[in-house]
C-alpha cells in the first residue's frame, strides 16, 4: 500500500491506495489512451461531417423545410467535441494528480535535495517506463515548487528529436590555467640549530687538531712518510702478486715518489678495475721505472723513517724489502681501527681502508666501480695516523720500554 498526494477541488488530501486500485488506475489510463488514438481516426469523420452540415446548411437556406434536421446535426457536432475535450481535461487531472508529491514545510536547502532525490527514485522504481517528468513538487496549497526539467515535458515529446545545426559550433576553449607559484620552503628551526652545533663541533674539532699539528715541530713531522703500492697477477692463474706502481706521500700529503714498474714476468691478469694499472702503464721501453730501480729508490726514501700504510705486510712482499718494526705504524693492525670477531669478540680483524676512511675522516675512498689510487691511499693512511698520533705514540713507547725491561737494558 502506498500513499499519493490527489488534488481534490478545494484541498489536498492523502489518500491510500492499494495494489487493486492502482491495477485499476493503469486500466483507466489504457482506455483514455485507445480513447485518444480513436479521436484521431474519428477526425477524418467529423471532417465529413461538417462538410456534409455545410451543405445541409446550404440547402436549408434553399430548402426551409429541412431546417430543423440541420440544426440537429450541427448541434451533435459541438456536443462530441465538447465531450472529447473533457474527457481529455480529465485525463490531464487524473495523471498530473496521480504524480503530485506535497513538499513538507521547514525543510532547509541540504534536507529538500534528499526529500526530492528519494521521491524521484521511488518514482522510478514504482512506475517503469513511465516519463520522470511527470512527477512534480508542489507546496500544501498546491502551488508547483520546481518547474520541470525542458527535455522530459511530455510522453509525446519524448519520441521528438531535437533540431540539431547543419554545421556544429566549436567547443570554447577553456580559460588558462594560472600557474601556481612555488611557495617558498624555509628550514626548520631545529634544522637550522642541529646544523649551526654540528658546524660548531666540526669547527672545534678542526681547531683541535690545528693547534695539536702545530705543537710538532716540522723536523719531526720530516721522519713520517706513508706508502702504498698497486699489484698485478702473474702466474697461470693471476693469483701471484707483482709490483706495478709505488706511490710514497709525507706528512703534509705531497707526494715524493709516484711511478709505475716494469713487471719482467709476464701479466695475466692486470686487475685493471682495481689497480687501474694497464698494459701501456708498465710496458718496457715506457715511462715505468725498472723493478730494481724503484727497489732501490724507495729502500732511500724510507731510510730513518717512520712508515705509515695500510696492511703493509702486502706492500713489503710486492718490494721485496723491509722495515724496523718499531718504526711500522700499520693501521690495519692498529687495535682500535681492528673489528672483533668470534665467541665473545676475543680475536681482532683488520678493516678495509675505505670503511676506515669514511668512519673516521667521511671522505669516500675505494668505490665500487672505480679504480684505486696509490696516492689517495697513501695520504689517507698519513689523515688516519694523525687522528690518533698521540695515543699511538705513547703505547709504541710503552712497548719499547716493556722490551727493554724484559732484555734487562735501562
Known amino acids: ?20 486500485t492502482k491495477a485499476k488506475i493503469r486500466d483507466r489510463r489504457k482506455k483514455n489512451l485507445a480513447a485518444s488514438k480513436t479521436k484521431t481516426k474519428g477526425t477524418s469523420k467529423r471532417n465529413d461531417t461538417s462538410s456534409s452540415s455545410s451543405t445541409k446548411r446550404k440547402l436549408s437556406a434553399i430548402i426551409p423545410s429541412n431546417t430543423n434536421a440541420t440544426d440537429r446535426i450541427i448541434n451533435d457536432d459541438r456536443n462530441d467535441d465538447d465531450d472529447n475535450n473533457h474527457t481529455q481535461q480529465q485525463e490531464e487531472e487524473v495523471s498530473n494528480e496521480e504524480y503530485n508529491v506535497t513538499v513538507p514545510t521547514g525543510l532547509n536547502g541540504k534536507e529538500l535535495k534528499k526529500f526530492r532525490k528519494d521521491a524521484r527514485r521511488t518514482f522510478r522504481t514504482r512506475n517503469v517506463g513511465v516519463n520522470e517528468g511527470l ?42 590555467t594560472k600557474k601556481r607559484k612555488r611557495l617558498k620552503i624555509f628550514p626548520r ?9 654540528e658546524t660548531k663541533r666540526t669547527d672545534k674539532l678542526q681547531a683541535k687538531k690545528d693547534t695539536y699539528e ?15 703500492c698497486e699489484m698485478v697477477g702473474i702466474g697461470a692463474e693471476g693469483k701471484q702478486s707483482a709490483l706495478a706502481r709505488v706511490s710514497v706521500t709525507d706528512w703534509a700529503g705531497a707526494t715524493l715518489l709516484d711511478t709505475f714498474v716494469q ?79 668470534g665467541r665473545g669478540g676475543g680475536k681482532l680483524r683488520p678493516r678495509r681502508l675505505r670503511d676506515l676512511a669514511k668512519e673516521h675522516l667521511d671522505l669516500d675512498l675505494q668505490m665500487e666501480g672505480e679504480e684505486h689510487s696509490s696516492v689517495d691511499d697513501a695520504k689517507a693512511t698519513m689523515m688516519l695516523y694523525k687522528l690518533v698520533r698521540g695515543k699511538w705514540e705513547k703505547e709504541a713507547e710503552g712497548v719499547v720500554a716493556e722490551k727493554l725491561r724484559r732484555s734487562g737494558k735501562r
Do not use: W
Not at 500500500?1 to 491510500?16: G, L, W
Not at 520541470?148 to 521528438?160: G, L
Not at 702486502?314 to 673489528?339: G, I, Q
Open 189 to 197: 628551526i631545529n634544522d637550522l640549530l642541529a646544523e649551526a652545533a
Open 135 to 176: 512527477l512534480q513538487f508542489v507546496d500544501e496549497e498546491g502551488t508547483p515548487l520546481f518547474k520541470p526539467p525542458p527535455n522530459t515535458t511530455d510522453d509525446t515529446n519524448t519520441n521528438e528529436t531535437p533540431e540539431v545545426d547543419e554545421q556544429e559550433t566549436p567547443p570554447p576553449t577553456p580559460p588558462p
Open 214 to 228: 702545530n705543537s710538532i715541530p716540522p723536523s719531526e713531522k720530516a721522519n713520517y712518510v706513508a706508502l702504498d
Open 1 to 20: 500500500v502506498q500513499h499519493i498526494h490527489t488534488k481534490s477541488k478545494y484541498k489536498y488530501d492523502r489518500m491510500f491506495i492499494s495494489k487493486k
Open 263 to 341: 713487471v719482467p714476468d709476464k701479466v695475466t691478469d692486470f686487475r685493471t678495475f682495481v689497480s687501474g694499472v694497464r698494459a701501456k702503464d708498465i710496458r718496457i721501453g715506457s715511462a715505468a721505472m725498472e723493478l730494481h730501480a724503484c727497489r732501490r729508490k724507495v729502500g732511500g726514501i724510507l731510510n730513518g723513517k717512520v712508515l705509515v700504510g695500510h696492511a703493509l705486510k702486502n706492500d713489503f712482499a710486492a718490494l721485496m724489502l723491509n722495515h724496523p718494526k718499531l718504526d711500522v705504524r700499520d693501521t690495519a693492525r692498529y687495535k682500535p681501527f681492528m673489528r672483533t670477531s
